[in-house]
């Protein structure tokens, strides 16, 4: 099985001069945490995620955090504001990326050794697609539900 059998195409991504509080809105709208983000000409240059604009909000945050620790609301508030008119570009983390030929196991285990839940696809330099562990599981259950096999 590939990673072309078991990405999704349709996706959201965002351009790397937007700005974090319109990042903000499109996360929310489409109610995801994460979105690739793009140039002008559908180039990947990375990933931004909800941990990113925390990080920025409060730097060190994502570092020091737990569930149990939180800093309080104002600190929190002061530090968006103060970074939601700066550039995505400037809080993008490189993730590593995958092709439609590659394995799906391949994938996979990028993700789990990398601690990640998604992954892009690339066609060169274009983003072409995302896959993500659920997509992958989802997969196997399938083939085994339908072949027998793991």
């Known amino acids: 099985m590939f990673v072309k059998d078991i990405m ?3 996706i959201t991504s965002v ?6 509080k319109y990042l903000i809105k499109i996360l929310v709208r489409q109610r995801r ?10 180039e990947y240059i990375g990933l931004i995620g909800v941990q990113d604009i ?13 569930m149990v620790f939180m800093p309080n609301s104002k600190m929190l508030m002061k530090g968006l504001k ?3 008119d700066k550039k995505v570009k400037s809080f993008l983390k490189k993730i590593p990326t995958v092709t439609e030929k590659d394995t799906a196991i391949h994938a996979a285990n990028l993700m789990i050794r990398k601690g990640l839940q998604t992954v ?3 066609k060169g330099k274009k983003l ?9 599981l989802a997969s196997l259950l399938n083939d085994y539900t339908i072949t027998g096999n793991y």
Do not use: I, Q, R
């Not at 351009?15 to 974090?20: G, K």
């Not at 945490?33 to 559908?42: I, M, R, Y």
């Not at 925390?54 to 737990?66: D, I, T």
């Not at 072409?128 to 992958?136: E, K, T």
């Open 8 to 10: 999704f195409k349709n």
């Open 15 to 20: 351009e790397e001069d937007a700005e974090l």
């Open 33 to 42: 945490d994460t979105l690739p983000v793009v140039s002008k000409d559908n």
């Open 54 to 66: 925390l990080n920025a909000s409060v730097p060190g945050f994502c570092k020091v955090c737990s």
């Open 82 to 84: 103060k970074v939601s």
């Open 120 to 122: 892009a696809v690339l």
């Open 128 to 136: 072409v697609g995302m896959v993500n562990l659920v997509d992958f």
